[in-house]
C-alpha cells in the first residue's frame, strides 16, 4: 500500500492527549450548539436581558451565566443579532471587560445611547466597576 492510498490523519501537536481531544470536541459541540436557536434558552437570556436597568450593562457571558447557560455567550450574541431592533435594551450588554463588540455604525449607536442613559467609558470601554449590573435571576423568576 503506498503512502498516497493512506487515508490522512489530522495532525495533533506532540503531546496531545486523547482528554485533550475530547475536550475540542466539547468545544466544538458547544459551539454548534450556541448557534442554533432554542425557544426555552432564547427566552432566559431576553430575561436576564430585561431585567438591566437604564444606566447599567452586563456581558454576554455574565447574561448566559444567569440565564443557567454558561458559556453560551455567542448564543446570547446571536440572540441580540436576530432580534428585531429595539425589542430588547441590546445597547446594555456588552463584551468581556466592557468593550463595545459591534463593530461600524452599530458600535457608534450602542456608545451613544449608554451614554445618553448615563453610562461612562473609560477609552473604549465601560468601567464595569461602576456600572455593571448585578445580574440575579432569584428576582427575575419569582
Known amino acids: 500500500m503506498s503512502s498516497e492510498s493512506k487515508p490522512k490523519r489530522k495532525a495533533y501537536p506532540k503531546g496531545f492527549t486523547l482528554d485533550q481531544l475530547s475536550i475540542e470536541r466539547s468545544k466544538r459541540t458547544l459551539l454548534r ?12 437570556f431576553r430575561h436576564m436581558i430585561f431585567s438591566i436597568p ?3 450593562v452586563s ?9 443557567g447557560y454558561p458559556r453560551y455567550h455567542r448564543a446570547v450574541a446571536r440572540l441580540l443579532r436576530t432580534d428585531p431592533v429595539d425589542s430588547l435594551p441590546w445597547h446594555r450588554v456588552l463584551g468581556a471587560g466592557g468593550e463595545i463588540k459591534l463593530r461600524g455604525a452599530a458600535a457608534h449607536e450602542q456608545r451613544a445611547r449608554l451614554k445618553l442613559e448615563g453610562v ?3 477609552g473604549k470601554r ?5 456600572f455593571e449590573h448585578a445580574l440575579k435571576p432569584w428576582e427575575v423568576y419569582r
Open 59 to 67: 456581558t454576554y457571558g455574565g447574561v448566559a451565566a444567569a440565564a
Open 33 to 44: 450548539d450556541a448557534l442554533r436557536p432554542n425557544e426555552l434558552r432564547d427566552l432566559a
Open 120 to 122: 461612562q467609558f473609560n
Open 54 to 56: 437604564p444606566g447599567k
Open 126 to 130: 465601560v468601567d464595569m466597576s461602576t
